[in-house]
């Protein structure tokens, strides 16, 4: 784009320029009536997901409108109609620069999803959308990259979780700075450093377009998730390939460059006696332990694999622990180092690993009386460190990138932040002790016995027992029961003695003195 078209107009403080566009972005929405779907989403099923997509029209991005068999359009509403869902709301906006009278971003839509995707008005919202020109002006429109981002997340967004698309071919040019790099660099601090932004990614398509003078040979979609909730969600989209039936190509990781950089798989398990190790379809390490395995122990074979695309990990220093039954025990490490790996790329890594004895409870324990016949599940987990960390862009991406974005130093915009010097993976260990059913059985049999000794008791207490006495030479039959007290009396009447039952015989007490009273006949 020549200077003749992109005029330049008198700079203005980032901040003044960033709040005039947050309040013109707010009107554009309140003349909307249906803008207050970010605010409210719809009752649904899966928890609802907030959508802003910017879609840049300044003068940099002409071809891409007055190219007839630009597809750039199409590309915009079907990753709207992909990433949304019943329930979801989104804000559909075109952004340049902002100026007076002519605010950016504007919104095109706002809507709640409902059961059918709205593509009828995505295509209508696109339809009339062309490159801007500045009020009163035959000049195109300049370029804001981190206004329009910023307006997303304040306004549109009001700060809450959600999903911030962009829609650009990656030129920064506010107030027609030629200075395109720079401005880049800038856009790039803005996304490293931006406290609200959780994920970064970035999908660089390859869309060659022609107009007059100008073409591109691609551009470029990024996806920033606000908050913790506004990550959640992303995964969650990513997980379920609705984007990926659109977008073919591998995202490149812009943020977090501190996690998830590498991931374990096993390759190979030498299981120690009692202990089985194994693979669960989540992804997760199991450890099935006998309850009288006495040195719980395995050699574990791993493939770390770099899944940090599209960056390399020349170097960095390896160190694992597992974080089980509130122990936290080092791993050993057949080395610990990475070297030269490449994205998507792995290497061996061998490893020897103690569970915790101690800390498994007993045959004979409350834990493995409730799980007799089963398992008593402990989760835990296994963590990787890499520090020292050295990221490099990979040749590939490297390659891609001047292809698809001639003379544009983007590569080294790219690098990533020098803060960024480690990161950790973990991966999820749940230890299963199996209990037999012994235990079970000795306890219900103690029990049966226990039982079966206060039912004799009770029936001893209960029932009546026949009692043989003579009395003055006469002999007698009297019933008493465990616990009670009769008086025995002679001919004339007198009190002469007392029976006494309990559960173990019969006794005379209180007897008179001269009287003739004894148990038998």
Do not use: C
């Amino acid at each position: 784009m020549t200077r003749s078209l992109l005029e330049r107009t008198p700079p203005r403080a980032a901040a003044g320029r960033a709040s005039r566009s947050r309040s013109l972005f707010a009107l554009a929405l309140l003349a909307l009536p249906a803008s207050a779907a970010l605010a409210a989403p719809a009752p649904t099923s899966h928890a609802p997901t907030s959508h802003v997509f910017l879609v840049q029209n300044s003068g940099w991005m002409d071809p891409f409108y007055s190219d007839p068999a630009s597809q750039y359009k199409a590309l915009v509403a079907e990753v709207v109609l992909a990433v949304t869902q019943p329930g979801d709301a989104l804000v559909l906006a075109a952004f340049n620069q902002s100026l007076p009278g002519a605010p950016s971003p504007r919104a095109l839509l706002a809507a709640k999803v409902e059961a059918e995707p709205p593509r009828r008005q995505v295509a209508q919202a696109l339809a009339a959308l062309q490159t801007a020109h500045k009020p009163g002006s035959a000049a195109l429109a300049d370029t804001d990259l981190g206004e329009a981002v910023g307006a997303a997340i304040d306004t549109a967004l009001a700060r809450q979780p959600g999903l911030v698309w962009l829609f650009t071919n990656n030129k920064n040019s506010p107030n027609n700075d030629q200075a395109t790099a720079q401005r880049n660099r800038e856009f790039y601090q803005l996304i490293h450093h931006g406290a609200a932004i959780r994920t970064a990614l970035a999908f660089p398509l390859k869309m060659p377009v022609h107009a007059g003078r100008y073409s591109a040979n691609g551009l470029m979609v990024y996806v920033f998730a606000i908050h913790e909730q506004g990550a959640r969600q992303l995964d969650a989209l990513l997980r379920s390939g609705r984007l990926q039936r659109v977008v073919t190509e591998p995202p490149a990781r812009l943020k977090p460059l501190d996690r998830d950089t590498v991931r374990l798989a096993p390759v190979k398990v030498d299981n120690a006696p009692g202990v089985a190790f194994s693979m669960t379809p989540d992804g997760s390490l199991r450890a099935d332990i006998d309850a009288g395995a006495t040195a719980p122990r395995a050699k574990i074979a791993w493939r770390l694999e770099n899944t940090i695309y599209p960056y390399t990990i020349s170097s960095a220093t390896l160190a694992a622990r597992s974080r089980l039954a509130g122990e936290d025990k080092p791993i050993s490490l057949g080395t610990d180092s990475v070297r030269a790996l490449a994205p998507g790329q792995g290497q061996p890594l061998a490893s020897e690993m103690q569970l915790p004895v101690a800390q498994l409870p007993g045959s004979w324990s409350l834990a493995a009386f409730k799980s007799a016949g089963s398992a008593y599940v402990m989760p835990g987990q296994i963590e990787v460190q890499l520090s020292e960390q050295k990221l490099e862009l990979s040749q590939a991406f490297r390659q891609r990138m001047a292809a698809l974005f001639p003379g544009d130093p983007l590569p080294d915009i790219f690098t990533p932040p020098s803060q960024v010097q480690g990161s950790r993976a973990v991966l999820p260990l749940d230890v299963r002790v199996h209990f037999g059913l012994g235990p079970l059985l000795a306890l219900g049999g103690a029990m049966l016995a226990l039982l079966a000794g206060v039912t004799a008791a009770v029936l001893g207490l209960t029932r009546m027992r026949k009692v043989a006495l003579t009395v003055e030479g006469e002999p007698r039959t009297m019933h008493s029961k465990a616990g009670m007290q009769t008086p025995i009396f002679d001919k004339a009447g007198n009190k002469v003695a007392e029976l006494r039952t309990t559960l173990f015989g019969h006794t005379l007490t209180q007897l008179r003195d001269g009287a003739q009273v004894r148990l038998g006949h």
